[in-house]
């Protein structure tokens, strides 16, 4: 019989705020965390805004030589994890660490390192170059400093599966635990691609939103008038943990993991298909894993990105797999507040969707001013709302056409 598998505690780490707690009083309050590019100058850029996190301090994490030693998205992963481990009261004594594994996904690792190494290169030779180049941006590094830090010995693993990454580590940490190989999971995602060549990268796919003069306005997921994604950074881990384990801890329960499933596209590196057949099977599968039927589900945090295609194609692809249902659920995108996080995306999402089941209240998608006709379903327009969720999904699709989807249950007090 398969093990339980449980939330014990969550670190977001956004535009909205640098802990938890802030993040999800800004997600309720429908704030937005977008505004014009700071880190750099963009003044050449067809795209100017991001949802850049504000204030923060790598010196409080970690000293400042190893925060030299480290890229943005990894400081941002040991900054989730210490938020998230701390909610879970979890101690990893060294009797336990065998058992204690880590995680995480993103979707492009340490941009920034690499952009200003190759600089280093071209201005002063190949034996400038740091020493620490290649352990501060690559994506495995995220969880080797997070497992160092902790001294969490047991599966040690990193996903690199663009958008999915962070949904990708969480469901197969689910299983690694379902499947007895460990007891707790450190799982989630991190990303910190803002920068000239990711900003750059993506303006030049025409991917992103181009309303410069209105930020705030700029990520509307399912809106008419939407012309694009908001590049995002920041982390989402989570502590996944079998139940018994946590309960023999006395630890918080925010929520049960019931199911996961993966799906590929096989169409296009960029684009979905036009019928959804990947989010259906994705979502299908998870569906199976879990053993609940479609009518069971109250609320999906929507992969929702902001651009044309994307939220016209889950919207119907939700149709397809939940029928009448579809127009029961609940449906929001966070993305309209945090903007897109790319690989982290899924680790951002899916714990907010444990809060989601641990405090009954749905954050909403904002700027949903002007519905767009294919996309016709309840998404939470504007203001949070209180609701009765047992059932809550979270869906994650990356370019590749890779996809991924979490199933939460709630837990009865």
């Given at each position: 019989?398969?093990?339980?598998?449980?939330?014990t505690?969550?670190?977001l780490v956004?535009?909205?705020?640098?802990?938890?707690e802030?993040?999800w009083?800004?997600?309720?309050?429908?704030?937005?965390?977008?505004?014009r590019?700071?880190?750099?100058?963009?003044?050449?850029?067809?795209t100017?805004?991001a949802?850049?996190?504000?204030n923060?301090?790598?010196l409080q994490?970690?000293?400042?030589?190893?925060a030299?030693?480290?890229?943005?998205f990894?400081?941002?992963a040991?900054?989730?994890?210490?938020?998230?481990?701390?909610?879970?009261?979890?101690?990893?004594?060294?009797?336990?660490a065998?058992?204690?594994?880590?995680?995480i996904?993103?979707?492009?690792g340490?941009?920034?390192?690499?952009?200003?190494?190759?600089?280093t290169?071209?201005?002063?030779?190949?034996r400038?170059?740091s020493?620490f180049?290649?352990p501060?941006?690559?994506?495995?590094?995220?969880?080797?400093?997070?497992?160092?830090?902790?001294?969490?010995?047991?599966?040690n693993?990193?996903?690199?599966t663009?958008?999915?990454a962070?949904?990708?580590?969480?469901g197969?940490?689910?299983k690694i635990?379902?499947?007895?190989?460990?007891?707790?999971?450190?799982?989630?995602g991190s990303?910190?691609a803002?920068?000239?060549?990711?900003?750059?990268?993506f303006?030049?796919?025409?991917?992103l939103s181009?309303r410069n003069?209105e930020?705030?306005?700029a990520?509307?997921?399912?809106?008419?008038?939407?012309d694009?994604?908001?590049?995002?950074?920041?982390?989402?881990?989570?502590?996944?943990?079998?139940?018994?384990?946590a309960?023999?801890r006395?630890?918080?329960?925010?929520?049960?993991?019931?199911?996961?499933?993966m799906?590929?596209?096989?169409?296009?590196?960029?684009?979905?298909?036009?019928?959804?057949?990947?989010a259906?099977?994705?979502?299908?599968?998870?569906l199976?894993?879990?053993?609940?039927?479609?009518?069971q589900?109250?609320?999906?945090?929507?992969h929702?990105?902001?651009?044309?295609p994307n939220?016209?194609?889950?919207?119907l692809a939700v149709?397809?797999v939940f029928q009448?249902?579809a127009?029961?659920?609940a449906?929001s995108?966070?993305?309209?507040?945090?903007?897109?996080?790319?690989?982290?995306?899924?680790?951002l999402?899916?714990g907010?969707t444990?809060?989601v089941?641990r405090h009954?209240?749905?954050?909403p998608?904002i700027n949903?001013?002007?519905?767009?006709p294919?996309?016709?379903?309840?998404?939470?327009p504007?203001t949070?709302?209180?609701?009765?969720i047992?059932?809550a999904m979270?869906?994650s699709f990356?370019?590749?056409?890779?996809n991924?989807?979490?199933l939460?249950?709630r837990?009865?007090?």
């Amino acid at each position: 019989m398969n093990r339980r598998v449980v939330v014990t505690g969550v670190g977001l780490v956004c535009a909205l705020g640098l802990d938890t707690e802030s993040s999800w009083r800004g997600l309720l309050a429908g704030k937005s965390g977008v505004g014009r590019v700071t880190s750099f100058d963009v003044s050449d850029f067809s795209t100017r805004i991001a949802a850049e996190v504000k204030n923060f301090d790598p010196l409080q994490i970690v000293d400042a030589k190893n925060a030299r030693k480290m890229d943005r998205f990894i400081l941002f992963a040991l900054a989730a994890s210490d938020i998230a481990v701390k909610s879970s009261g979890l101690a990893i004594t060294p009797d336990i660490a065998p058992r204690v594994g880590v995680f995480i996904g993103s979707g492009i690792g340490g941009f920034a390192t690499i952009e200003r190494e190759h600089e280093t290169y071209l201005d002063k030779g190949s034996r400038k170059i740091s020493p620490f180049f290649i352990p501060a941006s690559i994506i495995n590094l995220a969880s080797g400093q997070v497992s160092i830090r902790f001294g969490a010995a047991g599966p040690n693993s990193a996903t690199c599966t663009a958008c999915a990454a962070g949904a990708h580590a969480i469901g197969d940490s689910f299983k690694i635990i379902q499947r007895g190989a460990a007891d707790v999971m450190i799982a989630g995602g991190s990303e910190a691609a803002i920068t000239p060549m990711g900003l750059g990268g993506f303006a030049s796919m025409r991917a992103l939103s181009t309303r410069n003069d209105e930020p705030e306005k700029a990520s509307r997921p399912f809106d008419r008038e939407r012309d694009g994604f908001v590049v995002g950074e920041g982390s989402g881990i989570i502590i996944l943990e079998e139940l018994e384990h946590a309960r023999r801890r006395n630890a918080p329960m925010l929520a049960e993991v019931v199911g996961y499933g993966m799906s590929g596209d096989a169409h296009h590196i960029t684009a979905p298909p036009d019928d959804g057949s990947g989010a259906v099977r994705v979502m299908q599968a998870t569906l199976r894993d879990a053993g609940v039927e479609p009518e069971q589900v109250e609320y999906i945090n929507a992969h929702g990105t902001s651009t044309p295609p994307n939220d016209r194609i889950e919207t119907l692809a939700v149709k397809t797999v939940f029928q009448g249902q579809a127009r029961k659920l609940a449906i929001s995108s966070t993305k309209s507040m945090t903007g897109h996080l790319l690989g982290a995306a899924g680790g951002l999402e899916a714990g907010i969707t444990a809060l989601v089941l641990r405090h009954q209240i749905i954050p909403p998608t904002i700027n949903l001013d002007n519905p767009d006709p294919d996309c016709d379903l309840d998404y939470v327009p504007h203001t949070a709302r209180e609701a009765k969720i047992t059932y809550a999904m979270s869906n994650s699709f990356g370019f590749g056409g890779t996809n991924a989807c979490l199933l939460f249950k709630r837990l009865e007090d």
